[in-house]
């Protein structure tokens, strides 16, 4: 996900949707720990992700 797909989100869909890729990079890292991943990139992507939600989320927070 793009950092401008990230800023068009309200904060509720952002936070939701922080929560829900949390769950699928845990999921992923434990699936490439029991049997390694066709594309184990995917997990550094994914956590890159998660980053950048939280990042635009504490701006967020910093500007009310």
Known sequence: MKNAEIKELSTAELIERRDAEAASYKMLVLNHAISPIANPSDIKKQRRTIA???TEIRK????K
Do not use: K, T
């Open 52 to 54: 950048r939600m939280n």
């Open 60 to 63: 967020r927070e910093l500007n």
